[in-house]
Structures are given as C-alpha cells and as structure tokens.
C-alpha cells in the first residue's frame, strides 16, 4: 500500500517562511510527477507546483519566486520551500504523487492528509 505523508505546515508571520516535505512510502516501483496542491476555506483546490521525475518544475502564478519545489528521487519525497509568504497563502496544502506501485500495470494518483498553513498576524 502506498502512503504520502507530509510535514512542515504551522503558523507564520506575513513575509516569514516555511518548508513543507512530502515522502511516499510502501510498495513503490516508479514515483512519476509529484506536486503540490492547496486548498482554502470556501474555494477550490489549486494546483501549487509539480515536478516530474526529470525535474521540470511548473508554477501557480501567484506564487512564482516565491515557492520552489523540489524532489529526492531516492528518498521518493517532494519538498516545497515557501518564502514571502501572504495571508492569502493561508490553506491544507496536499501532496499528490503520480506511483506505480509494485505489481500493477499503470500508475495511480495518492494523496496526502494534508498541512495546514496560516499566514497571520
């Protein structure tokens, strides 16, 4: 069985920083695409940022030079190093993985439980 857990989420000041960390655990052949969604009260879950397993990196607009995703392909863990964070940042941000567990034909999407992550004052 294939788990995401993740870790790093908290309280913080606007401008301050935090580094969210996501590993993948189980069963694994192949961990694809890795990336970071959010999601606020009353809205939407966004998609943050992904990287594949080559490294491309992509962005949600509002937090391009602000967030950087990256990954440890032998670790099978996603990092999301946040900076000049915003009260609008605030959201349960989740990891997502594209895995191909051991014994199956095609890969499938996991999850994590999420993080919360508060900007405030």
């Known amino acids: 069985q294939v788990q995401l857990v993740e870790s790093g989420g908290g309280l913080v000041q606007p401008g301050g920083s935090l580094r969210l960390s996501c590993a993948a655990s189980?069963?694994?052949?192949?961990?694809?695409?890795m990336g970071w969604y959010r999601q606020a009260p009353g809205k939407q879950r966004e998609l943050v940022a992904v990287v594949t397993s080559g490294g491309t990196t992509n962005y949600l607009d509002s937090v391009k030079g602000r967030f950087t995703i990256a990954r440890d392909n032998a670790k099978k863990t996603v990092y999301l190093q946040m900076n000049s964070l915003k009260p609008e940042d605030t959201a349960v941000y989740y990891c997502s993985a594209a895995v191909l567990p051991l014994g199956h034909l095609r890969p499938s999407d996991y999850w994590g439980q999420g993080t919360q992550v508060t900007v405030s004052s």
């Open positions: 189980g069963s694994i052949l192949v961990v694809n695409t």
